[in-house]
């Protein structure tokens, strides 16, 4: 069996301030000047929304021309792009209104406040056939906790060091807090409706989870896998190798449902891995790579990046069969050097203050605006 690369597209949000680190909100006029661009709740981050591409380098070029546009627009206001995914200098202490007669604003603030205050990237991957939507699904529901132990940049809360590589996982209100492992499309229609007559949901975008079937017309016209836990990815071409590594393994499951679907490969029941998936993300959100996970195949221990780097030698001889084995190189060197937040964790434990590694960060991330893609690239191109 052969199927093309899938379509692919991102729902970046980034936080704005000062070249100090200092958070900034300007989303509301942004947002009106610029194209592109739209506003979330608290005006201290916005958001861009990339249009679906399967090629790899044209989409790193869709994620870029937004910032850049946004980056001079910033430049002329002495602001620039901040790294990271909570307020790291912010004040979590006060929500502050993008648009104050939004009465949907207002519902969250008072319901959430500024746990919702973060930045983060959402991937969404193009699938249309139900039966692999939802196999798809319950794969990276399983192995989310992996690409968050990859994109942990949210060690710093209020200016302080909270304990944790993802604050934003762990402070973000999952909701409903308890989502099965949907068994079909009909098992996820029946339950959408039971959470929205219940209240649980608000409407159908309040599905606030790890990985969620994404469409035009939810619970019933569904077109794509929408990955939402990944913290904020400042550089792209890593963004784009997390991406890489998700839609190897979904092309694995294409291949082969019966080893890679964890409704037929795993010892472990629905509920059982429905937990497991939770239980492993909010590890990966305390120690990332260094985390004590349980693999969903066995319920076995196995640490992050030792599951990260099995997986990758696993997907190498696909990755080469579609040429995209430079655009997973990244990966490399974050198992080796640590994610985001590992990196300032150890800048910080070293002695440099956070105001310092958050400057640092966002001149990093100016930089990494400018690096260019790999020679050899992939397009849409078929297995085998």
Known sequence: MSHPLLLKGFEVELFTGRADGTVVGVAEQAAAQLEGFVTEPDHRNLEYITPPDADYARQLELLLEPRR?????????????????TLSLGDSHRFERSDPSNPYHGYIEATYGTRVVTASV????GLTEMGALFAGCRLLRCEGA????????????????????????????LTPPTVPLFLDHQHYIHWMDAQLAAGAMRNVRHLWTSVRPN?????????????????LISHPRQLLAVTVFAELRLLQLLENPQTHDPLRASRLGPDQLAELADSNDRAAARQSLRATLNDWRTGEEIEAGAWIQRELEQVAPLAARLGLSPWLEPLGAILRQGNEAMRWLERHDAGVP????????????QLAEVEPAPRNTAASHPLG
């Open 354 to 365: 956070l105001g310092e590694i958050m400057a640092d960060g966002a001149t990093a991330m």
């Open 122 to 125: 959402h991937i969404n991957l």
């Open 69 to 85: 546009r946004l980056r001079r627009w910033l430049g002329e206001r002495s602001l620039t792009l901040l790294p990271g995914s």
């Open 215 to 231: 469409g035009e017309n939810r619970p019933h016209d569904l077109n794509r896998l929408e990955i939402r836990i990944c913290d």
């Open 146 to 173: 992996l690409l968050l132990a990859l994109s942990a940049s949210s060690p710093f809360l209020d200016g302080v060091v909270t304990g944790a590589h993802s604050q934003r996982w762990l402070q973000f209100p």
